[in-house]
């Protein structure tokens, strides 16, 4: 399903006839005057939680958050936006919202209020309990203590673990299973980290995702003895990444700065290359396969499509 691009369409539908992926949807800048389907440029993705699950939040450049349906990108609602500058978000199940703004500084926003387009919205967004511990984006800012300026932001995604990276290269990563959430940090990159996230399962191990502007993809598990391992290198900086639990072990997407994109299957070892044609600021991984793809352009999703061989891990 594509809307408003029909010159991006074609262009895509000429390249994936014998690729790994397929387009599903695109929302990209509409021709005049259809602008109330469009999302604008997007600074950032993140999964709807508690009653927004199976949502997804796009982070507009002017503000508001359009809550969108991965499966066709049809739009559920809008919230609306107290910053402009955000290039970071993680959502809580109680609605409220821990904030990356672009000087690198951690914010909490309440449970927003939306500007829905239907009842349905004002249902999603009733407060729910934030996790075990009752910990929300608020505590957890408190929790932080004193400001200081980091580089990404990133969640598994039930909340339980909160990381960011810093300009020195270093990921904090904080358990949020206890009431008092305790840090554990690592020096994993050479220059800023761009881009973090997390991924865990029923065990309490989790693994850290992290890219740099040293173009290194790097994998850690906090408090693990063994040591950090590079994933991928690459001669350009990574500039978004993401993780999901799957039916058959991790899913991990990261893009770099000059539009290259690797998808593999952490446990099968199943590797899914492209390039998009546009700078990319976000991704994220839906059920399904399913891989969406946020910049200036507006937001793209991607069906991912298992190759025939399997290719070597990167």
């Known amino acids: 399903m594509h809307?408003?691009?029909?010159e991006l369409a074609e262009r895509y539908a000429l390249r994936a006839a014998e690729a790994d992926w397929d387009v599903r949807w695109?929302?990209?800048?509409p021709?005049?005057?259809?602008?109330?389907?469009?999302?604008?440029?997007?600074s950032a993705l993140?999964?709807?939680?508690?009653?927004?699950?199976?949502h997804v939040l796009a982070v507009a450049a002017d503000g508001p958050l359009h809550v969108l349906s991965p499966a066709d990108g049809s739009a559920a609602g809008r919230i609306r936006g107290e910053r402009t500058d955000l290039r970071g978000l993680v959502s809580f199940p109680d609605g409220t919202l821990l904030c990356l703004d672009s000087p690198g500084f951690l914010s909490a926003v309440g449970?927003?209020?939306?500007?829905?387009?239907s009842e349905m919205i004002s249902s999603l967004l009733n407060a729910a309990p934030a996790s075990a511990s009752g910990i929300?984006?608020?505590a957890f800012v408190k929790a932080v203590g004193a400001p200081r300026p980091f580089t990404a932001l990133g969640a598994d995604e039930a909340v339980t673990r909160i990381v960011c990276g810093d300009h020195a290269g270093t990921l904090h990563v904080w358990n949020l299973d206890s009431d008092t959430p305790t840090a554990l940090e690592h020096t994993l990159h050479r220059g800023p980290i761009t881009a973090a996230t997390c991924v865990r399962g029923a065990s309490p191990i989790s693994m850290t995702v992290s890219g740099g502007a040293d173009g290194r993809l790097v994998l850690w598990r906090p408090g693990d003895?063994?040591?950090p391992r590079e994933a991928m290198h690459r001669p350009t900086r990574v500039v978004a990444v993401d993780a999901l639990l799957g039916a058959g072990g991790p899913l991990i997407a990261a893009a770099w700065a000059d539009g290259m994109v690797v998808v593999w299957d952490m446990v099968a070892g199943i590797t899914i290359r492209f390039i998009v044609g546009f700078p990319i600021a976000s991704l994220l991984l839906a059920a399904d396969e399913v891989l969406l793809v946020a910049g200036e352009h507006g937001v793209t999703a991607f069906?991912?499509?298992r190759p025939e061989e399997d290719p070597k891990e990167p």
């Open 3 to 6: 809307h408003h691009d029909e």
């Open 26 to 29: 695109a929302l990209t800048r």
């Open 31 to 42: 021709p005049a005057g259809e602008a109330d389907r469009w999302p604008g440029a997007v």
């Open 46 to 54: 993140e999964r709807g939680r508690g009653r927004l699950a199976g």
């Open 111 to 117: 449970a927003p209020r939306a500007e829905s387009r």
């Open 136 to 138: 929300d984006a608020t």
């Open 225 to 227: 003895p063994r040591e």
């Open 303 to 305: 069906d991912l499509r």
